[in-house]
């Protein structure tokens, strides 16, 4: 649903969470965004209830996975030299058994200062379901400021053995949810919206959600689970109550081709019940489209080995990229629109595109701007660089006194490559033999046009001028191509696109910045002519 993906922090965890930067972790974080431990007014204060050494202090925090609660609660109690054995845990709005305390009139913003480890330990386990977590994470904390700043390299002691453990646990859950979480579509006055149901182990929903939007940032969708729900607009990420199974629809129209290409990728030879158990729990069978073909293929899986045996053996078809270049060689068109014809009437390689998106501009321009492929809006309208990407590019090149009526716009790939998922049709990036297979048309068409300057968009762009996969942040710049014309690399602007809202600004004035280079060069270079 999203050309990337990447796991990131909790949104819980904040900047300034545990675990955050440098050298150690530091648990004051952001004290506005921070939610409050419940400590109302009791007989001692901290400070008082330490010294008297008498008082039991009850901390209460919220359902669930409470980062901020806790960080907030653990520099309190450590500002206050409240050791582990004087604080009582509590979750919910229950009321403890002990006397609970007030909030102290010092100390509340003291810093406190973890080693790395220590502070990653915190933040994966606090989404634990065992009632002991705060305890011994506070007890954690004690020590390791208390004398044993090492304490996270002594595997053998048996609170970070436990505490490791937890981890561990919480680390697999995550996996699980990213793996066995199943969208199914629906729409409602005429919006399409994706909503999945899944039943955690643990309180991983906040941690685990920021994994879906990564990876399906242009989707509107909501998670629903037992103890909350989770839900994305495209824009805001927020959380809600507890969902119910019943409120995710059961299936939709995908998951039938879905199931279609999970028993066609099925190997009978290496059917294991065992391990099928193991990698996918059948707790979540039922949340998973293709769990409803299994008995079949588990029962058909001998016969079907069986006869592939039997079988006689067969060399593997594949498209012969060298063999396409060849051919279209053959064609020696004469004119540029020659070649457009060509394009024109060819079939795509991979199948789907409306159209062949050719290139747009005068000949002769004095700049041409090769990019990946075309989007979904190039390949509706049959004209290069008109979708977001391509109005980003328009105004990039306005800020830099680029005329875009001046320069010559195509792409590398001359089809749309694309994978349906709903009503959407979504971006695939093309692989390095569908470059090979358009490179000819890309070197003719260049050649016809003749500019003195080409600006390689991106990474497929570098790879089809050059051959070569070469990383952008290195050659980012003006480069050699090997051909009659200069050349200059920079980032594609699909690129600035998919960048979190806090870098935009800065990557779009680097941007600006290579084409008013770019601009310059081309000027240099028709004045030396």
Not at 98 to 125: C, K, T, Y
Not at 496 to 523: H, S, T
Request: some cysteine; glycine content about 10%.
């Amino acid at each position: 649903m999203d050309r990337d993906g990447e796991h990131h922090p909790p949104p819980s965890a904040g900047e300034g969470a545990c675990g955050a930067g440098g050298r150690g972790g530091d648990l004051s974080g952001d004290g506005a965004s921070l939610s409050r431990p419940s400590l109302t007014r009791g007989p001692l204060s901290l400070a008082e209830g330490a010294r008297s050494g008498g008082s039991l202090q009850t901390i209460t925090l919220r359902e669930g996975a409470d980062l901020d609660g806790f960080r907030a609660a653990a520099r309190l109690l450590a500002a206050a030299s409240v050791p582990p054995d004087r604080v009582v845990w509590s979750i919910g709005q229950a009321p403890g058994l002990f006397g609970q305390v007030s909030q102290p009139e010092s100390g509340s913003d003291a810093p406190l200062s973890l080693p790395r480890a220590a502070a990653d330990l915190i933040r994966m386990v606090v989404p634990h379901r065992d009632p002991e977590r705060y305890a011994l994470l506070y007890t954690l904390i004690w020590r390791v400021t208390h004398g044993e700043r090492g304490l996270m390299e002594v595997g053998s002691d048996p609170l970070v053995h436990r505490l490791d453990r937890m981890r561990k646990a919480i680390a697999r859950d995550l996996h699980k949810m990213h793996a066995f979480l199943r969208f199914r579509r629906t729409e409602a006055d005429g919006v399409e919206r994706f909503v999945a149901w899944f039943e955690p182990d643990h309180h991983i929903l906040e941690a685990a959600s920021t994994f879906f939007v990564a990876r399906f940032r242009s989707l509107n969708w909501s998670i629903l689970t037992p103890d909350g729900s989770a839900h994305w607009d495209g824009d805001t990420l927020t959380f809600g109550p507890p969902g119910r199974r019943e409120d995710a629809p059961e299936a939709d129209g995908f998951e039938a081709g879905w199931r279609d290409y999970y028993e066609s990728t099925f190997n009978p030879a290496r059917t294991n019940l065992a391990a099928m158990r193991a990698e996918m729990p059948k707790k979540y069978w039922r949340n998973m489209p293709e769990t409803a073909a299994i008995p079949g293929l588990v029962r058909a899986a001998s016969a079907r080995t069986d006869a592939m045996i039997e079988r006689e053996p067969q060399m593997p078809t594949k498209r012969n990229p060298a063999k396409a270049v060849a051919a279209m060689s053959d064609q020696d068109p004469a004119s540029l629109e020659e070649l457009n014809a060509i394009i024109r009437r060819s079939e795509p390689l991979v199948p789907g595109a409306t159209q062949a998106v050719l290139g747009e501009g005068p000949a002769h321009a004095a700049i041409a701007f090769v990019g990946e492929q075309p989007g979904d809006q190039e390949d509706r309208q049959g004209r290069p660089f008109v979708g977001p990407a391509g109005q980003l590019l328009s105004r990039a090149m306005a800020d830099a006194g680029i005329e875009r009526n001046a320069a010559y716009l195509t792409n590398a790939v001359k089809h749309f490559k694309f994978e349906e998922r709903g009503k959407r049709r979504i971006h695939q990036k093309p692989t390095a033999g569908e470059v090979s297979h358009y490179r000819w048309w890309l070197d003719r068409e260049l050649d016809f046009v003749a500019p003195k300057l080409v600006v390689a968009l991106g990474a497929t762009a570098v790879l089809a001028l050059t051959g070569k996969a070469i990383p952008i942040t290195r050659a980012r710049g003006p480069a050699s191509f090997g051909k009659a014309y200069e050349g200059f690399i920079t980032v594609h602007p699909s690129y600035l696109l998919r960048l979190p809202d806090e870098a935009k600004d800065e990557a779009y004035a680097a941007f600006v910045a290579d084409l008013k280079r770019v601009g310059d060069l081309a000027r240099e270079l028709a004045s030396s002519v």
